[in-house]
């Protein structure tokens, strides 16, 4: 019986293995079941199919191949109309033709007519100003030093500093009279308010010359630490942040000598001497921040520069005079005071202020050679708070105040002038012309 039953399991197992292989070949298209090829020694050999084959090609055994090699970096901005060639250090020297603001002087001397009824005041009819209005704005020469060193090969990290200064520049004035024409030294009157005037010379009654001298002169510098923003082939733009110092000083003198006719017979010659010094001096102190944009082609480059420095304008100022006389009968005397430094006024002043100080420029440049450049450009230069010599002279008078004080009366009315604190802007601009080598 179990053998039997042995037999009943190997067949149904030998069943369902055939039906399960039919099933397959019937639900697989790619093979055939109607027929069974014979394969004899005169049939040819039945070509199997091929695995289709990929789109790349494999690579072959052993290490792989190198990467190609990256393209060289953009030469540098620096000396790009040169091949690239590379600079750490350099210097350069520019020749200036620059203008600057005018100190604004006030009317201190005219001519009149004897027969106005205050000979040289302002606003007679014969009433000419002779020193006074817009001096010191002429151009004027002056030298700018450059120079700087890139700590790093490729130009990323540096130091640069200016210095600067124009030629001392000044204006004159200088008339005499033996009495015609009238020379007056005209002020505001506040005791009788209105226009008045000193007699320098009239007909008959005196003789005298009056001198007056301004001067102004400028100078500055500046140090910079130097980053390198971006750069291309043909241009690099680089940051600058510093400190910027200027100086700025301002002098005016009048100088006048009277002589005065005896107006009697046993009256005696007078001869007078008055002077009057204003000077004023400004520095600033700040930190800057600034851009500077080189581009080139070939051996031609243009280079714009901008600067902003921010910091305090110290402005003071200094105000004396003296006076003398003699006679022809020996006598003589001295006063610490002039006609505009009278007690009232004279002395030093001084003030600090925030002040903001701008600065841009372009140059146009072409290379000589690799270490030597030619280069011309412009630069405006502007300071916003200023102390100038003209503008701290105050033309309002107490005569009284001067006539008190050589024994001829007393002082009345308002003790004038005034010391007012006066500020006003500066600026500078103009040409220059530079020799720049690298190395």
């Known amino acids: 019986m179990e053998t039997r039953a042995m037999r009943y399991v190997f067949l149904a197992a030998a069943a369902i293995g055939l039906a399960v292989s039919s099933r397959g070949q019937a639900q697989d298209p790619t093979k055939s079941t109607a027929t069974t090829a014979v394969i004899t020694e005169d049939s040819p050999p039945e070509t199997l199919p091929t695995e289709p084959r990929l789109a790349v090609d494999v690579a072959p055994p052993g290490p792989p191949p190198l990467a190609p090699t990256a393209a060289p970096p953009p030469p540098l901005f620096a000396d790009a109309g040169l091949d690239g060639f590379s600079t750490r250090y350099w210097i350069g ?79 004159g004035f200088g008339d005499s009279s033996n009495g015609d024409p009238v020379l007056a030294r005209p002020f505001f009157n506040v005791n009788s308010n209105h226009q008045d005037a000193f007699l320098v010379s009239y007909p008959g009654l005196q003789a005298g010359n009056v001198v007056g001298a301004l001067s102004t002169r400028l100078w500055g510098a500046d140090l910079d630490l ?71 082609q070939g051996r031609f480059f243009v280079d714009v520069l901008t600067k902003v420095a921010m910091g305090v304008s110290v402005e003071h100022a200094g105000i004396n005079g003296w ?50 450049r030619l280069t011309f450009g412009y630069t405006l230069l502007y300071w916003s708070n200023v102390f100038r010599a003209g503008g701290q002279i105050d033309r309002g008078v107490n005569p009284t105040e001067l006539t008190s004080l050589v024994g001829h009366g007393t002082l009345y009315g308002p003790a004038r002038p005034n010391f007012t604190f006066q500020s006003t802007d500066f600026w500078a601009q103009g040409l220059n012309l530079g020799l720049q080598f690298r190395y």
């Open 93 to 171: 020297v520019d020749y200036l033709m620059w203008w600057t603001k005018g100190d604004r002087v006030p009317a201190l001397v005219s001519s009149g007519s004897p027969n106005d009824p205050i000979p040289g005041a302002l606003g007679q009819p014969g009433t000419q100003v002779l020193f006074g209005g817009d001096y010191n704005s002429r151009m004027r020469s002056g030298v700018r030093l450059r120079g700087g060193y890139w700590f790093t090969p490729d130009q990323t990290f540096g130091i640069d500093g200016t210095f600067f200064f124009l030629g001392g520049q000044s204006a």
């Open 226 to 296: 130097r980053g390198m923003l971006f750069r291309g082939a043909s241009y690099q733009v680089n940051l600058l942040g510093g400190f910027r110092f200027l100086d700025l000083h301002d002098s005016l003198s009048l100088k006048e000598s009277d002589t005065y006719f005896p107006q009697y017979y046993s009256a005696p010659y007078t001869w007078t001497t008055t002077m009057d010094h204003v000077h004023t001096g400004n520095q600033f102190y700040g930190g800057q921040l600034g851009a500077d944009i080189m581009w080139s």
């Open 323 to 372: 006076s003398t006389y003699n006679n022809s009968l020996g006598q003589s005397g001295f006063v610490g005071v002039g006609q505009l430094a009278l007690p009232s006024n004279v002395g030093g002043y001084g003030q600090s202020r925030f002040a903001v100080v701008p600065e841009a420029g372009i140059n146009l440049g072409y290379a000589l050679t690799r270490h030597i």
